[in-house]
């Protein structure tokens, strides 16, 4: 497209939920491109055990917690919701699709990397603040068993999963898969 | 969710291409609501006599246009592109898994309006401006057979539409059907 | 399977809505074999003009006629919805993972019978009583027209259909596809 | 729907096979209402260690084990085959797309509990008669291992698994997966 | 891919059913590049107007064809079926998923040369001989009106369409739309 | 068909990747058929730790292994690739629409003979080469972990997968399956 003087760049996520590591993440390529598509990937699944909340429900956490950041230009940002596609290899295409031209791609998941390397795109790797406990994969498991998982995120999520009933969710998803191992 | 003092809007459509019908209805639409949800529908599709532009391409005409238009608080708007379902009955269903809650739609098409009221939706019927001209219709049959459809729409839309070929595109793609038919 | 001394058939119909015409092929059927199975086919589509009703609606209009009808036996009938397949050549197939196992179909759509006859099924033709009133094209005609569609359904279609606001969706369709076309 | 003096229920199930823990709810449910919707999920799925059957041979094994009981009534019962959704949120809707309108859902299973809760409709818990034997996993598992997994199914579900050769499939299927793992 | 000695190219239709002019054009594309991918679009599709052949039918009327043209050597060639996407931004790369890497695309289709442009692909529009005869959509048309379709076809695809009914099935098909419209 | 003089056999496989088993298999396979059809299994997948290569690179690796050797007649075989179906009772169903008429199958999958088997299909199980050594699970082990992959696939094998940097993909692949099992 005509973007020459704004570079556009994608940073990728599924972002179950969101937490104060993505919102590090979306401050860290703010300062290096001029308009930022924040991809929620996996957008169709919710209610399983690695994406318990809906598309909706994320972008609301995301929109909620920006908004009341005052270090955060919400005019230089998208929220796009993407949902898989059953063939990998398209998926990247498919994302092409979805959002405006773009000449870089955040990400920290080497999958998502990988294919867009293989296309050709520039990829770049955020560097990661409290890598342990910034996990979305350790939100959601002190969500389902009791620990503290609010000092990892926005109090606009918080407030988002308990309207929601989110923990009650989480912990009826946990159960459920372990009661289909034994 | 927990919105009760400030109450989020619903604008359906297909917006191939955006025009100034549509900019007038999101701030007819930012004048009786907090937040508007402007809902890209149809968004798979695209190269078609009815939906020649992509999600992607859609996405940058609306928000180059908005972001040059004084008027309009960006921050107050979300654009979600959604796909259709092949399952009519589904569909406003999807579209609450895609977008926070809201409490309103807007939308002039009357198919629309059916599926949400037998919902029990509020729907509301914005009044349009130069329905005449001021449609997409009409602006991508003016784009095929070479009428003037610049004072249709937005100078970014103009922008962006010269900017991937689109009146090739479509000049393409009224020629294959016209050929079909034959 | 082991059906030997109770043969077993399907009637395949779209049933959009169902009236006395099926209402009479379902006899005819019950006095050819022991159990039928009424295949309610494009079972996904709803709120089209040629498939305003969904699935269970069309459901509920077939088993309560069947129910207050004396001459029916409800124990020797299933009723089973079945979506489309994308691919024509696998439809029947999907039928047989759908339904138990049959050895005749009754139908008079010559496409639906082309298609189990290139398998070697064997198909009957019933019957047809006052064809030109008694299709279910002549019958959302009527709906949408104002014309007297009540006397070619049963008296619990009418019920169905007045309950769930039937007309006012057919008209709002039959209206959409005319603003299409011109 | 104009269901006001006969309640109608959903049984939602998947019936790999069809077991007498299944038997048992099913005459509980028509103690507490009129009508009963015997839904057959996961439809489309057949061939897999946890979905050996097709929904056809499903419901030929539900319908004629009720045949033969003398407590239920066939007329106040219908079976309805669904296939999942790949969005885990649309399933509640699409049950609604197909079938008649309903007011209570029987399950022992949480998750669809809380799909249907999420929405606000009233869920029952059947009580569970033999709990460690009377249930599918157990008859599956049975099955695959030569244990004696007919002392828990209907004698019609025995005559139609035997029909079908099912011991034969389950144990390859345990088979394959078994040496996936490896 | 190590093509550097060997280009390879695609040519893109339908072959509902092949014809002599595709014959042509194979022979005219093998002059000028080493390998030539032959792919069978829309491979899905059968029992429809414009699709009445299974990709399988299609296939072997190419392969027959070819195998008795001593001016063809069928080591050069492969014949791949590909099936529409819902998405038409996708298609050309889901192409790329299903073929070797290739340097060129030969299509008379303008919609099909449109997308492979928008890549910035090379394509080559072969010259078109008996234009007016030499279609398929001639030849279904004299196919289903009793017309002199043999002429236009090689020998091997006329023994393909006699032993599997096709002429009865085009009709069929026909007479079907013929029906609809009314 | 009209296939009498010269039957026509399946061979089926996923090949990921084309290793010299395959290659055995192919040559038992047309000592027996005068035509072979080698069916490319779950086209669509690639990029994935059990199917990490696309359907275009495994049909090269094939078609290049096959035209450098000297025993075997590419024109007797066709390279078919053929996306998964969502239900595995239309799987054998969708291979018919997609390849000429068979008369028998060459798998060693046991699911494969199952399914073909229970449509009474003729299955012939060919002998396994080194049974240990030559599977494509072990393949991909040695790619991922560094072990000599290159004895037992052939040398066009090993020219593509080099060309496409395949072993940095497969070991992005485990590396990313190890993480989120943790």
Redesign the interface.
Same mark, same amino acid.
């Given at each position: 497209?005509?973007r020459i003087s704004k570079p556009r760049g994608l940073f990728v996520g599924r972002f179950q939920p969101f937490h104060l590591g993505h919102l590090a993440t979306i401050k860290f390529a703010l300062s290096h491109i001029e308009e930022l598509v924040v991809v929620i990937g996996s957008?169709? %699944? /919710?209610?399983?055990i690695r994406n318990p909340f809906?598309?909706?429900?994320r972008?609301?956490m995301i929109?909620d917690s920006l908004?009341e950041d005052s270090e955060v230009d919400? %005019?230089r940002i998208?929220?796009?919701?993407i949902?898989d596609?059953?063939?990998? /290899?398209?998926w990247t295409?498919?994302v092409?699709?979805?959002?405006? /031209?773009y000449e870089v791609v955040f990400t920290n998941?080497?999958?998502t990397?990988?294919?867009f390397r293989?296309r050709g795109m520039k990829v770049v790797q955020p560097m990661l603040i409290q890598r342990e406990e910034l996990s979305a994969t350790e939100v959601r498991s002190r969500m389902a068993k009791g620990g503290d998982w609010k000092k990892l995120v926005s109090p606009q999520t918080i %407030?988002?999963v308990e309207?929601?009933?989110g923990i009650e969710?989480i912990k009826?998803?946990f159960?459920?898969v372990s009661?289909t191992n034994y």
């Open positions: 497209m005509y957008a169709q %699944k /919710s209610h399983e809906t598309a909706g429900e972008i609301q929109k908004n919400l %005019k998208l929220l796009i919701p949902a596609v059953d063939v990998h /290899s398209l295409h498919q092409d699709n979805f959002v405006p /031209s998941d080497m999958f990397r990988l294919l293989e %407030k988002i309207h929601i009933n969710r009826t998803i159960a459920k009661a």
